[in-house]
């Protein structure tokens, strides 16, 4: 990705912050888009196919209808017969749970992810997941930082604070935390409530993410995106506490602000990294946000998004 | 999002009553695509999640050391709906 100076978004796209302007102005310089790995990453390399190395993950990528192709006969499976009928498979995972669990998030690029514990306006508490993108600055999804018309009094707008836990493992943190009070997003979201434009990043106090590496970013066209294959890891709340969970599948569609897809989510991963693989590198093309009946889907990076991500990081 | 969502509010505890502090609730299944966040518990096993448009919802109730449990609401434009959700262990 070529350097050039990126122009500040405005309407929708234009950034918010919780932090005085001067405080933000001071913050800003040159920076760029590349992954880092950090120090001693322990890297592994991933698939040609540009999937991740995960002991225990084993669908294959293919096209969608030769995924989705009718049963010819519509015997239980044979579990049922030892241990009774499956519990209710939930909608935002689809089909067959293809989630593993993993297990050294120690290494990069798991210790990229981190899980989020959140504390919205009125004290209430959730889970989130957020992706580093620089030394100090973490994406999500909007309505983690901001929560927008919730009809809860008291709960609306910037979250308090954020406990940040890069590569924990239940209850395991191998970098610790951080908890962070600077959050950022966009007009979109914060005045609007705008699906399309629900992002944000959190600012941490440290240079946590020059040990952990970060997740280059970038923008590519629909064609780019409709052919590639996407990844999550993150921190679902469905399964036990702390744990992060990764799944791949080709991408369905695209539109000018969302990335749609069929890979297996779950409440608690809102904000993490949709990411493709490129010549070994793990770079951003969205920020997963919600859970559909039929796709999952994220916050495309556009250009004014990858923009803000820009300055956001610096 | 709406601007008069609904609101689910519950408690999660054991089949003894007793309150489960730090359960994930959380969609996951609804009218519309729902946010992808998980409300905890807090130390009255007590949650509220917004409900963006009217209809009909699942949601998932999970705690370490139980089953998780799927309880199904309907909830009606800027209605207020209450949950109970037991959890076996």
Request: net charge neutral.
């Amino acid at each position: 990705m070529a350097k050039s100076k990126v122009r500040q978004p405005t309407g929708p796209d234009a950034p918010v912050s919780n932090q005085p302007k001067e405080v933000i102005e001071a913050a800003t310089k040159a920076v760029t888009r590349p992954p880092s790995e950090g120090k001693d990453p322990k890297t592994s390399a991933p698939k040609p196919d540009g999937t991740e190395v995960v002991s225990g993950h084993r669908h294959t990528i293919k096209p969608l209808n030769e995924i989705f192709t009718a049963p010819s006969s519509s015997l239980p499976d044979i579990g049922e017969a030892s241990f009774g009928p499956p519990p209710k498979i939930t909608e935002t995972v689809h089909g067959p749970d293809d989630r593993v669990q993993i297990s050294n998030t120690s290494a990069y690029p798991w210790r990229a992810h981190a899980s989020l514990l959140i504390t919205a306006a009125d004290n209430s508490m959730w889970i989130g997941t957020g992706w580093f993108i620089g030394p100090h600055t973490l994406m999500t999804a909007g309505h983690v930082v901001f929560i927008k018309n919730s009809g809860v009094p008291g709960r609306d707008g910037w979250v308090k604070k954020i406990q940040v836990m890069p590569g924990r493992n239940g209850n395991a943190l191998p970098y610790g935390s951080v908890t962070s009070s600077s959050f950022r997003s966009v007009l979109g979201w914060t005045n609007n409530g705008d699906e399309n434009y629900d992002y944000g990043a959190i600012i941490i106090p440290t240079e946590l993410g020059n040990t952990v590496g970060w997740f280059g970013f970038g923008v590519w066209s629909d064609a780019d995106l409709k052919a590639a294959v996407a990844n999550i890891s993150g921190y679902p709340g469905d399964k036990p506490a702390g744990t992060q969970w990764y799944d791949h599948r080709q991408i369905a569609s695209v539109n000018s602000r969302k990335v749609f897809y069929d890979i297996d989510t779950a409440g608690g991963q809102s904000g993490s990294a949709v990411y493709r693989i490129i010549n070994g590198g793990r770079y951003g093309v969205a920020v997963h946000a919600y859970g559909g009946a039929t796709t999952n889907s994220g916050t495309r990076i556009a250009t004014p998004v990858f923009n803000n991500m820009v300055a956001w990081k610096a | 999002m709406s601007p008069d969502p609904g609101i689910i509010v519950g408690v999660v505890s054991d089949r003894a009553g007793t309150a489960v502090p730090a359960a994930r609730v959380s969609f996951v299944r609804g009218p519309t695509a729902l946010p992808d966040i998980a409300a905890l518990t807090d130390s009255r096993g007590a949650f509220t999640l917004s409900a963006p448009t009217p209809g009909d919802y699942t949601i998932q109730c999970v705690a370490d050391g139980y089953a998780p449990k799927v309880i199904r609401v309907s909830v009606a434009r800027g209605a207020r709906v209450e949950v109970d959700c037991r959890l076996d262990s």
